[in-house]
């Protein structure tokens, strides 16, 4: 049996070969699991998560959006356009609720939530609007990407859709 390779697939096996080191590389953790705080971070997302839901049913629309990251790099994604910019995504929200009442009711539920690294992590979950006596007008999705600052976590991108 010859073990030398034609040319041809001397190639193909060397790009084999670069195809699996690079997915390996890929793949591998930003951190070692060992390394990450998953209840410390947990805790603190969900801590924030529920401020936001609690500071919109209060209609303080002020205290909800600092639990986003003040960041021009923050990302708000709706249905029909792209924030880019904590103020500019302030500035959207005010537009859309100019008063407490107009913000109405809203409950959000986790679905999933993958804690990355002891500095980042992501959120699925469903979104329901509420009438007065709490039955569900409509309802969506959310994808949020956390991102920690020192000891606090933000929401650092949202991707809302109904």
């Known amino acids: 049996m010859n073990s030398k390779l034609s040319g041809n697939e001397a190639k193909m096996s060397r790009l084999i070969s670069l195809c ?3 997915l390996m590389l890929s793949c591998s953790p930003p951190q070692a699991e060992s390394e990450i705080d998953y209840d410390g971070a947990s805790k603190g997302i969900l801590q924030v ?11 303080d629309l002020k205290s909800y959006m600092e639990g986003f990251l003040n960041d021009p ?26 008063t407490p009442e107009s913000m109405g009711r809203i ?8 804690i990355i690294s002891d500095e980042m992590a992501f959120q699925v979950g ?24 020192g000891d606090q976590w933000y929401v650092a991108r949202n991707h809302t859709c109904q």
Do not use: H
């Open 49 to 59: 998560f529920g401020k936001l839901e609690t500071d919109w049913n209060n209609g």
């Open 73 to 98: 790099g923050f990302s708000y994604v709706t249905n029909d356009e792209i924030v880019y910019g904590w103020q500019m995504a302030f500035g959207k929200c005010l537009y859309n609720y100019p």
């Open 126 to 149: 469903q979104l329901f609007f509420l009438d007065d006596d709490k039955k569900i007008i409509s309802s969506g999705f959310f994808t949020y990407q956390w991102k920690k600052v």
């Open 107 to 114: 409950r959000m539920i986790t679905e999933q939530l993958e």
């Open 20 to 22: 699996i080191v690079s």
